[in-house]
């Protein structure tokens, strides 16, 4: 392994990379200019900076954070695939997620046939009145 090699596999052990947005890197450059305004006792970098604000944000992140998060994370297709799994080991849907099923392949027509009102059945007691023999 020569010199150069050397350095490079030292440089990456001691560095990781990632990618992040443009709006991100700039808010890592504006806050490294705010730390090194009137610090004459040193000079921090983008590095120094973005690497403090992650392991900071580590420690000391809300949950409320982190549920934000995963909202902005999150996609419809792993959505449905997580319920999908999870109501398929159970074996039955809620009837909200069964409901928006037969609203989508059905249409309204699904909707309406779940409302139609039973008939009563004909084994009832008719309300018919006899006059009995001691009235008459």
């Not at 809620?94 to 004909?122: C, M, R, S, T, Y």
Request: aromatic fraction near 6%.
């Amino acid at each position: 392994m020569n010199k150069e090699d050397k350095i490079k596999e030292e440089t990456t052990r001691k560095e990781g990379r990632i990618v992040v947005s443009v709006e991100a890197e700039a808010a890592v450059t504006e806050m490294t200019d705010r730390v090194n305004n009137g610090f004459d006792a040193g000079r921090a970098n983008r590095y120094d900076v973005a690497s403090f604000m992650i392991l900071w944000f580590k420690n000391n992140a809300p949950d409320d954070v982190i549920l934000e998060i995963r909202r902005h994370s999150a996609n419809a297709f792993s959505m449905l695939d997580a319920v999908q799994k999870k109501y398929k080991a159970l074996g039955e849907l809620p009837a909200d997620i069964q409901a928006v099923l037969d609203k989508h392949f059905f249409g309204e027509a699904a909707k309406e046939q779940k409302k139609v009102k039973k008939n009563l059945k004909q084994e009832c007691i008719p309300d018919i009145h006899i006059e009995s023999d001691e009235a008459a």
